[in-house]
Every structure is written in C-alpha cells, then in structure tokens.
C-alpha cells in the first residue's frame, strides 16, 4: 500500500521529549498547527497526539500551560501523570513511547498513515511493524543534532519519508 492516497487519514505521533531536545539543539519550536495542516486537509484533518510524562507536580505545573494551549486547539495529550502515586517511580526517559506504540498500532489496523515526531532506537520494532503492514510512515526530527538525540539510522531507514527539520523548514514557527 504505501500511498498517502490509499490511507483513510493520517496520525501524527509527536514524543514530547524528543521535540523539547529538538527545540533545545535547533534553538526553534516546532510548530505543531502547522503539522496538523501539512498532514490533514480540510476533508479529512490529521490527528495528532502530543505524549509527554511529567517527572513530579513541579514539571507538571510547568508543562500544565501548554498541555492546556494543546487542548484548546484540538490535539490530545498523553502521558503518565501517577507521580503523585507511592508505587510511581519514572524512568529517565521513554515511559511515554509505550503507549505511542499502542496508539500507532491500533492505527495502523485501521489503515491509517502514521507521522511521527521522534527519534528513539525504541522505536525501531514499532517501525518494522508498520513497514510490514505496508502504511506509509513518515519520520519528523534531524541528523544535525547530537547522536544521542538524531534518530539512528534504521529508525531512518525504516520510513517512507523522513523530513530533517534542520533542512526542510516548514514546521518551525515564524517569528514576527
């Protein structure tokens, strides 16, 4: 399959750490609106899910601002938010690309083409997943930051389209 045109739609799988360590070593936000509209179309609009866990209240009342501005303009947020539990103990980093797996999956069952902003070797059996189904997948991040950050080169490989943030442009915010 393959073809954006054969996909009933497409989600877009943003992992909220990968985009703040993008933003950090690119000095720019990305502008998730216009990923919404580049992935969508006014018959059929994108999904598009921001997963971001919150290490304890302090960095959750931080993050709780823009996870309001995402509600507002009609993007879902995910992530772990039991800090406040006794038994919550937070990895250092990942806990939320378990359930972009999940979500990309059940995705993909439904034909849908997939987006995603990340760059974690985790990712890579979800990756092998999807390109078994033959469901188009794009791969958003960059090669021009730190190996410890830049997705490795299978996670590369294994999309259909992979758009370097620090060659192509079109998904910063413009500055006035």
């Known amino acids: 399959m393959k073809d954006k045109e054969q996909a009933s739609r497409t989600l877009v799988l943003i992992d909220g750490s990968h985009v703040d360590r993008l933003r950090t070593k690119l000095g720019r936000s990305i502008d998730i609106e216009k990923l919404a509209e580049f992935f969508g179309s006014e018959e059929e609009p994108a999904t598009v899910i921001y997963y971001r866990d919150a290490r304890d209240m302090a960095e959750y009342t931080r993050l709780r601002p823009f996870f309001d501005w995402l509600a507002r303009h009609g993007f879902q947020v995910r992530g772990a938010q039991n800090f406040a539990e006794p038994w919550y103990q937070r990895e250092r980093y990942g806990t939320n690309l378990v359930q972009l797996a999940i979500d990309a999956i059940e995705a993909a069952h439904q034909g849908e083409a997939l987006a995603v ?3 974690d070797a985790k990712l890579i059996p979800l990756f092998q997943r999807v390109d078994e189904m033959e469901l188009p997948l794009t791969l958003i991040s960059s090669l021009s ?3 410890s950050i830049a997705p ?3 996670l590369v ?3 259909d389209v992979f758009i370097d943030l620090d060659v192509e442009d079109i998904f910063f915010q413009t500055v006035d």
């Open 157 to 159: 490989e294994l999309a």
């Open 117 to 119: 902003v990340a760059g």
């Open 152 to 154: 490795p080169p299978p």
């Open 145 to 147: 930051v730190p190996a």
